[in-house]
C-alpha cells in the first residue's frame, strides 16, 4: 500500500505549521525506532507487506516531523516513486522561495558558509555563496540523484534577496560527522582515520557508491567531517557533504584512485550508460563548465568499459 497523494499533501502541510525546533534536538526513543526501522528495510528478504507497511509509517513520521530528504529517500528506494516527486518538488519551492534566517555562519569560509533556517519551518539548509564554486555542490547531487546513490542531501540555486547566487543543501538533522562517531576528540589516530579520511586511506567496500560519486566528480576532500551517518548510527546510511572541492579545484589532476574492488555492480552499470554526453551536456555545463563536462563523461566511460571487464556474465557490448 502506497502512501495515498492526499495523505501526503496533509502531512506536508500539517508539518509547514509545526513550531521551530533546534536542528539537532531528537527524542532518544524516536530516534531508537527510525533506526529499527531503517535497518529493517534494509533486509532483502523482507516480505513485500510489511516493506510497503514499514516504508508508509517511518515516512509518514518523517514528514510529519519535517524531515523531508529522509522521507525522500526511504520512499524512492523502496519504489514510492510518485510520491517522492511530489515531496521534492515542495521541498525544492520551500527551499528556493521560504523566507530564510542565518542561525549559524562559518568564519573564515571560503564560500560564506552559513546554516539557515526556512522560517516557519523546521527544515534548515547549508548555504554558500562563493559565485565561482557553488555550481559543484549543485551538480555533485544532480549527479547523485541520477544514478539513484542517496548520498547527497537536496541541493538547489538560490538566490538571495540582495541578488547574490548560491547553493542551498538541506541539512541533515541529528547527522554526526563520521569522524565524532568513532568518538575522535582532538586528533584521530592513524586507525581511526583509516575507517573515515578515505582521500588517503580509500574507500572501503561498504561505500562503494561513494566512491563513484568522488571518482567521477574529482572529488579530493572525502575526509572524516564531509560526510556523516544519518541519526549518528554507524552503518546505518551515509550522506556525503561539501563538495565545493570538485573537479579538481584547489589539487592537481590526478584525481581520486580508481579503486576495482569498488566498481559498481550491474544496475548501477545501467544507470551510468544512460548519462550520454549529450545529457551531461544539458544538465551539467552551466554548473561546472564545458572541459569538467567531457572530464566527467571519459571517467564515466573508464568505470563502465572496467565494470564490464570485470563481469562474467558482460555481453561486453557497452552502449555508451
Given at each position: ?79 514510492n ?98 569522524r ?44 572524516g ?15 556525503a ?25 550491474s ?5 551510468l ?5 549529450e ?42
Amino acid at each position: 500500500m502506497k502512501i495515498n497523494n492526499f495523505v501526503l499533501f496533509f502531512l506536508i502541510i500539517f508539518s509547514v505549521v509545526a513550531k521551530a525546533d533546534d536542528p539537532k534536538s531528537l527524542d532518544a526513543a524516536m530516534r531508537s525506532r527510525w533506526i529499527q526501522i531503517e535497518y529493517l528495510l534494509k533486509n532483502p528478504r523482507l516480505q513485500l507487506e510489511k516493506r510497503k507497511d514499514l516504508t508508509r509509517e517511518l515516512a509518514e513520521e518523517y514528514i510529519s516531523d519535517q524531515r523531508w530528504q529522509e522521507a525522500i529517500w526511504i520512499l524512492r528506494e523502496n519504489g514510492n516513486t510518485e510520491q517522492a516527486e511530489i515531496l521534492e518538488r515542495r521541498l525544492a519551492e520551500k527551499m528556493t522561495q521560504g523566507q530564510i534566517e542565518v542561525i549559524h555562519k562559518f568564519e573564515g569560509s571560503k564560500e560564506a558558509a552559513r546554516i539557515v533556517r526556512i522560517q516557519g519551518t523546521n527544515i534548515y539548509g547549508i548555504i554558500k555563496l562563493n559565485s565561482s564554486y557553488f555550481g559543484f555542490e549543485i551538480a555533485a547531487y544532480k549527479l547523485d540523484r541520477i544514478l539513484k546513490l542517496n548520498l547527497v542531501p537536496f541541493t538547489i540555486e538560490r538566490i538571495l534577496p540582495d541578488g547574490r547566487r548560491g547553493s542551498i543543501q538541506y541539512f541533515i538533522r541529528d547527522a554526526v560527522e563520521a569522524r565524532e562517531s568513532l568518538g575522535v576528540v582532538g586528533f584521530p589516530s592513524k586507525e581511526q582515520k583509516k575507517q573515515t579520511e578515505f582521500r588517503y586511506y580509500g574507500y572501503p567496500t561498504s561505500q562503494k557508491n561513494m566512491w563513484l560519486l568522488d571518482y567521477l566528480i574529482v572529488n579530493l576532500d572525502r575526509h572524516g567531517r564531509n560526510w556523516l551517518w544519518h541519526l549518528g548510527e554507524q552503518h546505518l546510511r551515509p550522506v556525503a557533504i561539501d563538495h565545493g572541492i570538485s573537479f579538481g579545484r584547489g589539487a592537481s589532476e590526478k584525481g581520486v584512485n580508481f579503486e576495482y574492488e569498488n566498481l559498481p555492480d550491474s544496475e548501477m552499470v545501467q544507470n551510468l550508460k544512460q548519462l550520454s554526453l549529450e545529457k551531461l551536456r544539458n544538465e551539467f555545463t552551466n554548473l561546472i563548465g564545458a572541459d569538467n563536462v567531457t572530464k566527467l563523461f571519459k571517467r564515466k566511460i573508464q568505470v563502465v568499459r572496467a565494470a564490464n571487464s570485470m563481469s562474467p556474465f558482460s555481453c561486453q557490448s557497452l552502449f555508451l
